[in-house]
């Protein structure tokens, strides 16, 4: 059963630190493209970063770029995010995602979507 698991959320003054992890579960890591979106109350959910399989190329959002940084750890199955220098407005729920059919990013498609885990950025 494909399962990911996010982690790592919680509340930070702003110019804080948080790292996020999303665990997989049910399929090799490294043959996938994973992503991170994030949604806040009112907003549509946006597309963060992106890290591919084949070649460990990123993308990230050109608001993130500088202060966000992806990677992944294929031995412990996990992609990280982490996220620096944050601003009230990267408050969100935060997802990790599976590409559909793609191992490189960005991909226009994903089909496996994590619970999420809150970030909340305030003083």
């Known amino acids: 059963q494909v399962q ?6 919680g509340l930070v ?11 997989a579960s049910g ?6 493209a994973i992503g991170w979106f994030r949604q ?3 907003k ?3 597309g963060v970063s ?10 990230y959002k050109d608001s993130v770029k500088g202060r966000f940084t992806i990677s992944r750890d294929n031995a412990k199955n996990t992609v990280y995010l982490q996220m620096n220098s944050l601003k009230p407005e990267d408050t969100a729920l935060y997802y ?21 885990t809150q970030v909340t950025v305030s003083s």
Do not use: N
């Open 50 to 59: 992106c890290i591919s399989s084949s070649d460990g190329s990123t993308y």
């Open 40 to 42: 806040a109350p009112g």
């Open 13 to 23: 003054q702003p110019g804080g630190s948080l790292r996020l992890s999303c665990a």
């Open 27 to 32: 399929f090799t890591l490294d043959y996938y």
């Open 4 to 9: 990911l698991v996010e982690s790592g959320g």
């Open 44 to 46: 549509e959910r946006e």
């Open 96 to 116: 990790c995602v599976r590409a559909y059919g793609s191992m490189l990013c960005p991909v226009r498609e994903y089909d496996y979507w994590g619970q999420g």
